[in-house]
């Protein structure tokens, strides 16, 4: 009798014990070195940047993303109408943790050449590479995040990612430890789970829950303009090698090689105008794309002559030299469903770090998609605080702590 009492007091002894030690395990938030708020393609890149560096490789590193898991299984047949042009210092940080193996294998369109010129005047501009050099890359959104997605994955053990997590708060601390406070910055998730980090890094867009939680402000400007984009079939399969970018005087409107024979739109313009262009029927805006891209009827004579001027005050100057015009391949017809209108504006952050928080990407600057360099910036962004905190790390510094010291 008393060894089967004695056996139901250590059962229970070992269940009240779990018990006790689970909730304690819940109690105690975990602690990370970095965690990233935000899993678009800055974010994605930041996380997969960090945990291929060898400096980094035991620090804990968490990405936050609200959205599900996205990786293609099979690639669609469609281009997706959300285009990024990639310069090739995004491809080589994207090349140097394997994401842009990933890429190539999937869907690219390299590109050698860029002509800019204006609808009302003869001026022209055009950037060349050497021939064997490409000048950049228009890649689809999805594919450069399927890749890092996919490059993620073999990163398991370095980086843990949570998917569908959506955060409700974010508490700050001091400067300086007080002793009364913690020391990190506390997330708490909408599933109740509290989360600890040395460093935040906001890469959660122009509307940064990060940015506004940490009182960082912002100088913005509301252009009144709507980017149009859609993808387009040519009439005929081409090189197509060339991106294009013309000057209207409702705003520039550009067309950016996909494939042969496919290419990506974006046209900038009022919102009256955009939601014309939405609407129409195909075959009328087939007829206005090409219009915008070969028509004269905005060519002013006054300007040109204007122009003709400047350009010959400026030869006694400058050397000599002439861009050859091409005119750019006709659409032959859009595809459906492919169409669709997104506001344009700019933000820009008046700091970039604080203590224990960093801003990356349009969380820290929103531009205008003129010349494509939105997430090019947020990658360059990548590039510098990776060097800083693989530094950093080196050191023994704090990851935090060091950060905010770089603006000291």
């Known amino acids: 009798m008393q060894r089967l009492c004695l056996l139901h007091f250590l059962k229970l002894h070992r269940i009240w014990t779990l018990r006790q030690g689970r909730a304690l395990s819940s109690a105690v938030p975990a602690v990370y070195d970095v965690v990233i708020s935000g899993g678009g393609m800055v974010g994605s890149a930041m996380a997969c940047a960090l945990g291929s560096d060898p400096n980094l490789r035991h620090k804990k590193i968490l990405l936050l993303e609200a959205g599900h898991r996205k990786a293609f299984d099979c690639l669609p047949e469609i281009f997706s109408n959300r285009v990024s042009s990639i310069t090739p210092g995004s491809a080589a940080l994207l090349a140097s943790f394997g994401a842009w193996d990933l890429i190539l294998a999937m869907r690219f369109k390299p590109f ?238 008046t700091e970039y770090i604080r203590h224990r928080v960093a801003l990356i990407g349009d969380a820290a600057h929103r531009v205008h998609p003129l010349a494509g360099q939105g997430v090019n910036m947020g990658f360059g962004d990548v590039a510098s605080l990776t060097h800083h905190l693989s530094t950093a790390a080196f050191n023994g510094s704090d990851l935090g702590k060091y950060v905010f010291e770089l603006q000291q």
């Open 112 to 349: 050698k050449r860029m002509q800019v010129w204006d609808a009302c005047s003869d001026a022209l501009i055009t950037f060349d590479k050497d021939a064997m050099e490409d000048m950049g890359y228009i890649v689809e959104n999805d594919v450069i995040i399927s890749a890092l997605t996919q490059q993620l994955d073999s990163l398991s053990k370095r980086v843990e990612v949570l998917y569908r997590s959506r955060v409700l708060d974010y508490k700050w601390p001091p400067p300086y430890n007080n002793g009364e406070a913690s020391p990190w910055v506390e997330i708490e998730l909408s599933d109740g789970q509290k989360l600890h980090t040395r460093l935040l890094i906001g890469a959660d867009g122009h509307n940064s829950m990060v940015r506004s939680s940490a009182g960082m402000q912002t100088v913005q400007w509301g252009y009144n303009h709507v980017a149009i984009v859609a993808t387009l079939h040519l009439s005929e399969a081409t090189d197509n090698n060339v991106s294009w970018q013309r000057f209207l005087p409702s705003g520039p409107i550009a067309l950016l090689p996909l494939s042969d024979t496919c290419s990506s739109l974006v046209w900038s313009t009022s919102p009256e105008h955009a939601s014309q262009l939405v609407n129409m029927d195909e075959e009328s805006f087939v007829d206005t794309v090409n219009s915008a891209f070969w028509s004269n009827e905005n060519h002013s004579e006054f300007i040109t002559s204007a122009g003709s001027l400047l350009h010959s005050a400026l030869s006694f100057f400058t050397p000599s030299g002439t861009s050859a015009r091409q005119l750019p391949p006709s659409v032959a017809r859009v595809e459906k469903n492919s169409r669709a209108a997104f506001p344009l504006g700019l933000r820009h952050a």
